[in-house]
């Protein structure tokens, strides 16, 4: 592949992620999670509307540990550690803390992102 295709074929598929949610993971542990809405030269995003998810303190994961090792004892089901969250809005993230990026898809996009592909496939839709 040539060097224009490849540019090409990236920013088809950056123009793909444009208004889609997005989950960005960075090299400190935090989630953030919001709606793609730009990038630059610098691997920098642009996420709105966007959610940040921190890993539970030290001290809650002891407490977490002491009640699984009490309900392990009991028989009882497992234990769930929440991530504390904040609503933070419009976020620049620096492309050199991304440690993964991952694409937030429900089945229901799935669903009605397959018929309008069908759609311009065939070039009108049945009715």
Request: aromatic share 8%.
């Amino acid at each position: 592949m040539d060097k224009i295709a490849a540019k090409a074929e990236a920013e088809g598929f950056l123009k793909s992620l444009l208004n889609r949610n997005l989950r960005v993971y960075t090299t400190d542990g935090r989630l953030f999670v919001g709606t793609f809405k730009c990038t630059d030269t610098h691997s920098n995003i642009v996420l709105s509307l966007t959610y940040e998810y921190r890993q539970p303190s030290q001290q809650k994961l002891a407490e977490l540990a002491e009640a699984v090792a009490a309900s392990a004892e009991s028989g009882k089901g497992t234990v769930a550690a929440d991530m504390p969250s904040r609503y933070l809005g419009l976020v620049v993230i620096p492309g050199p803390h991304i440690v993964k990026m991952e694409v937030e898809e429900f089945a229901s996009q799935v669903k009605s992102r397959s018929i309008f592909e069908r759609r311009d496939l065939y070039g009108s839709t049945a009715r």
